[in-house]
């Protein structure tokens, strides 16, 4: 299957700005509410409500927790609720999930019309090269794993450590701690990697 860019459908800013002011007023929650509750300065979220600006993972995941809710569900309308037993399979196709840019990374959530997930995975495109392209490290609750499908990733650390891992090499770390992932792959490309995130 070709892993262009053009081969993934990718998510419209405008249609995860319009969810998540959508969830958010769902709550009753105005945006000083939701900031103050997220960390995500004020103006920022008004920017992400009125697709002006791509965020990162971190943002978003902090966004999410503050309205008590799965990232997934920025992502793709809830399903109806349902009283009969929950899913115990979800398969999804990488080639029709939707996907979001971050302008340093393409984000692909999995697996999100699970309920009440414990983890979050993720295909990611890892677009950025140089640190330089951060305006910081990226910090959330939990662990994370990471396994890289093709390229080369570099995952760097704000406390100055780095690994560097090829096809079918994996890594695990606490990502609470600073990261990004950075692409070293030979062509001067993108990588791909598999990643799995949890708040716990």
């Given at each position: 299957?070709?892993?262009?860019?053009?081969?993934?459908?990718?998510?419209?800013?405008?249609?995860?700005?319009?969810?998540?002011?959508?969830?958010?007023?769902?709550?009753?929650?105005?945006?000083?509410?939701?900031?103050?509750?997220?960390?995500?300065?004020?103006?920022?979220?008004?920017?992400?409500?009125?697709?002006?600006?791509?965020?990162?993972?971190?943002?978003?995941?902090?966004?999410?927790?503050?309205?008590?809710?799965?990232?997934?569900?920025?992502?793709?309308?809830?399903?109806?609720?349902?009283?009969?037993?929950?899913?115990?399979?979800?398969?999804?196709?990488?080639?029709?999930?939707?996907?979001?840019?971050?302008?340093?990374?393409?984000?692909?959530?999995?697996?999100?019309?699970?309920?009440?997930?414990?983890?979050?995975?993720?295909?990611?495109?890892?677009?950025?090269?140089?640190?330089?392209?951060?305006d910081d490290f990226i910090r959330h609750p939990g662990q994370?794993?990471?396994?890289?499908?093709?390229?080369?990733?570099?995952?760097?650390?704000?406390?100055?450590?780095?690994?560097?891992?090829?096809?079918?090499?994996?890594?695990?770390?606490?990502?609470?701690?600073?990261?990004?992932?950075?692409?070293?792959?030979?062509?001067?490309?993108?990588?791909?990697?598999?990643?799995?995130?949890?708040?716990?």
């Amino acid at each position: 299957m070709p892993d262009t860019p053009t081969a993934r459908p990718q998510l419209d800013r405008s249609a995860v700005g319009a969810r998540l002011r959508q969830l958010r007023k769902s709550r009753q929650m105005t945006l000083k509410q939701l900031s103050a509750q997220s960390g995500v300065p004020l103006s920022t979220l008004s920017k992400m409500e009125l697709a002006q600006v791509s965020v990162s993972y971190e943002k978003l995941a902090a966004v999410a927790r503050a309205l008590n809710l799965d990232i997934a569900q920025l992502f793709r309308a809830s399903s109806p609720s349902v009283a009969a037993q929950p899913a115990t399979v979800v398969v999804d196709s990488l080639a029709a999930v939707a996907g979001y840019s971050t302008g340093t990374y393409d984000y692909y959530p999995i697996a999100g019309a699970f309920p009440e997930r414990r983890m979050t995975p993720a295909y990611a495109r890892i677009i950025a090269r140089e640190r330089g392209q951060f305006d910081d490290f990226i910090r959330h609750p939990g662990q994370e794993f990471a396994m890289v499908i093709s390229g080369r990733v570099r995952i760097e650390f704000e406390t100055g450590e780095a690994v560097s891992i090829g096809p079918q090499e994996t890594a695990y770390f606490d990502s609470q701690v600073g990261h990004i992932y950075l692409s070293e792959s030979e062509d001067g490309g993108d990588a791909r990697v598999m990643v799995v995130m949890t708040d716990r």
